[in-house]
Each structure stands twice: as C-alpha cells, then as structure tokens.
C-alpha cells in the first residue's frame, strides 16, 4: 500500500497503534469487499492474493473467513513470498543498468506501463 503519508506527529504510542489499528481494519474491510465484488462480477470460485499486502494475517484471517462461509477458495503465496512491488521495480531497474541501459533523468513517469511496450534487458528495441 503505497503512497500513505507518514509524519511524527506528538501523540502517544497507544494513540499511535490506535490509529494504526483504525487504517488496518479500514483497508482489510475495503479490500474484502472489492475481492467479493470481483468475484460475484466475473463469477469465479477462486481469488489469489498476491504482492506485499497479502503477508497480512488480518486480511488472509478475513478473506478466509470469507471464503468459508461464501463457498469461494482464497489462494495466497507464503509470506516469504510476498515481497512489496516495489522490490520487484528495483530489481527490473537493476537488471536493465546492470546490462547496460541509461536513460536520462528526463523522462516521462508511467503510472501503467503495458509490458508489451518493453524491450528484454540489453537489448534494443
């Protein structure tokens, strides 16, 4: 879940972990129904959670929950394996300067970059 703001703010550990509590419940809850949603819009049986939110437990307690009691089966990697996308952005950045590719500073940023749009590390094209 990128792009959340953080700041210091002078409050309390426990007003802190309060807060932080709220956003969880909040996203969990959010992200329940968006999933269910999808489900019941495509007509899939199946749902797979994958990238850094899914080594949440609340949010693998809850879709399961879920899932048991709507009749759905909820698939996830093991939490070793659910790294944040981030480092995966990093490691295709790696790849492409390890073999050579530069570009400069100026350049347009893509919030959605088709795939099919890039050239394999160390070739054009």
């Not at 495509?42 to 009749?71: D, F, H, P, Y």
């Not at 996308?85 to 100026?106: C, D, Q, T």
């Amino acid at each position: 879940m990128t792009g959340v703001q953080t700041c210091a703010l002078p409050i309390s550990p426990q007003t802190r972990a309060d807060i932080a509590r709220a956003f969880q419940d909040a996203l969990v809850d959010t992200l329940l129904i968006k999933c269910r949603r999808a489900l019941k819009q495509t007509g899939m049986q199946r749902l797979v959670i994958a990238g850094g939110v899914s080594a949440n437990r609340q949010l693998r307690a809850s879709l399961q929950a879920n899932a048991e009691k709507e009749g759905f089966s909820v698939f996830y990697p093991r939490p070793a394996f659910c790294t944040d996308n981030g480092a995966m952005i990093a490691f295709a950045g790696a790849l492409r300067l390890s073999a050579g590719e530069r570009i400069g500073l100026a350049f347009d940023g893509r919030p959605r970059w088709p795939i099919d749009t890039l050239s394999t590390p160390g070739q054009s094209g």
